[in-house]
């Protein structure tokens, strides 16, 4: 029984001296340790990561991006492999923190949506016959037939993905504009502006009637 209590005040002996003052680089040790554990235990098993690393990338999407609601949006984020941390705003907008290597496979994405936008407007049956955009996709030229039925759908579709393109390149007060041509007569009838969160911010009328 005398022994049992000796090792016991040994042990705690042992443990008040490394939880000493003195042995701070000791703690310093211990605590890196369970960090790094943490961090690979919880990437592994896609759990929320409580300690963002440095190099974590912050994408924040205004709530008028997302076709579902922005809390559904955030739990279909939540657990992705990448995805650091996920966070509604206020103002109904979502942050999201992510690895260097998520953000690349996002930014790719945003870009390549672009460029099949430009190819999948080059045809006779399209709204839509021509497509194309400056180096920084500020501006972007469209040659359309604006009798077609599908012109208002397909002119959304092109406003949304260069919107997109611009909250993956983190540029909040991007000013995109529009320039549309008839296909008939190759004139310029109307330039339209947008913010990042599709609100109109300007419209220019050459001629009311594109047709004449």
């Known amino acids: 029984m005398q022994k049992k209590q000796e090792q016991i005040v040994q042990k705690q002996?042992?443990?008040?001296?490394?939880?000493?003052?003195?042995?701070?680089?000791?703690?310093?040790?211990?605590?890196?340790?369970?960090?790094?554990?943490?961090?690979?235990?919880?990437?592994?098993?896609?759990?929320?990561?409580?300690?963002?690393?440095?190099?974590?990338?912050?994408?924040?999407?205004?709530?008028?991006?997302?076709?579902?609601?922005?809390?559904?949006?955030?739990?279909?984020?939540?657990?992705?492999?990448?995805?650091?941390?996920?966070?509604?705003?206020?103002?109904?907008?979502?942050?999201?923190k992510m690895s260097p290597d998520r953000y690349q496979k996002i930014a790719e994405a945003a870009e390549n949506a672009v460029e099949s936008m430009m190819l999948i407007a080059i045809g006779d049956e399209t709204a839509v016959r021509d497509y194309s955009a400056n180096e920084e996709k500020t501006v972007f030229d469209l040659t359309v037939n604006p009798d077609?039925?599908?012109?208002?759908?397909?002119?959304s579709d092109a406003i949304y993905v260069a919107r997109l393109y611009h909250v993956c390149f983190m540029n909040p007060d991007v000013e995109i504009t529009f320039n549309f041509k008839h296909y008939e007569t190759e004139e310029l009838y109307l330039t339209e502006t947008y913010d990042i969160h599709g609100n109109k911010t300007g419209t220019m009328v050459y001629y009311e009637d594109a047709t004449e």
Request: glycine letters at 4%.
């Open 13 to 96: 002996q042992k443990n008040d001296k490394f939880f000493s003052k003195d042995n701070i680089p000791g703690i310093i040790a211990l605590v890196a340790v369970l960090i790094v554990a943490l961090y690979v235990i919880s990437t592994h098993l896609n759990l929320p990561v409580f300690i963002v690393p440095d190099d974590a990338v912050k994408i924040t999407y205004p709530s008028s991006i997302f076709s579902i609601p922005v809390e559904e949006q955030a739990e279909n984020m939540k657990g992705t492999e990448g995805i650091y941390r996920v966070k509604i705003n206020d103002d109904g907008s979502l942050t999201v």
């Open 148 to 155: 077609s039925e599908n012109f208002e759908k397909e002119i």
